[in-house]
């Protein structure tokens, strides 16, 4: 197994360990899961970057890479939302919006066609991961709400941008 393909091994382990951390709840608990995310989310940056420049990617990568990314993220909101700092509404669009995307792309890849990251969807990831490495901060209610809102609206941006760029893949199936 590849450096690339360890890293988003250890992205995967890494979130029961952050979910234990946070249930049962020590003293700075939230530090320690904030520090167990934020290395988690860093280690996609770097298994990107080596994928990409030592010509690593492979199969497993592109399976395991996003899911990685999205059991992280959903661990994370699903925390805010059982602590009442995230309406499950929420939660639910981005759940949605990840089954759709992934759906669209499936259908794409059965015509041959790969849909690539677009800069939206970028875009989205990157503010996400930051509105919730803040929400585990000790942040007014007020900015808490702001971050909610950012990953709803982003999420909802880039779901929708992606199937209008690509209508005619879902127009032909």
Do not use: H
């Not at 988690?40 to 890479?65: C, Y």
């Not at 490495?133 to 942040?139: A, D, H, K, N, R």
């Amino acid at each position: 197994m590849n450096l690339p393909n360890k890293l988003t091994l250890l992205r995967i382990l890494l979130i029961p360990v952050f979910m234990v951390v946070l249930y049962v709840g020590f003293p700075g608990a939230n530090y320690v899961a904030l520090t167990i995310f934020i290395v988690a989310s860093l280690t996609d940056l770097l298994d990107g970057k080596i994928a990409r420049a030592r010509n690593l990617v492979t199969d497993f990568g592109k399976f395991a890479d996003p899911l990685a990314d999205k059991m992280l993220v959903t661990a994370a909101m699903l925390w805010f939302v059982e602590i009442g700092q995230m309406p499950a509404w929420a939660l639910l669009i981005v759940i949605c919006r990840e089954f759709a995307v992934s759906g669209l792309r499936m259908i794409a890849s059965d015509k041959g066609r790969v849909i690539a990251a677009g800069w939206s969807g970028k875009v989205k990831t990157a503010s996400t991961m930051v509105c919730i490495v803040l929400m585990f901060l000790p942040i007014p209610d007020s900015l808490n709400q702001i971050c909610v809102w950012v990953i709803v609206l982003t999420t909802l941006y880039s779901g929708v941008e992606y199937f209008m760029k690509n209508k005619d893949v879902i127009a032909t199936a």
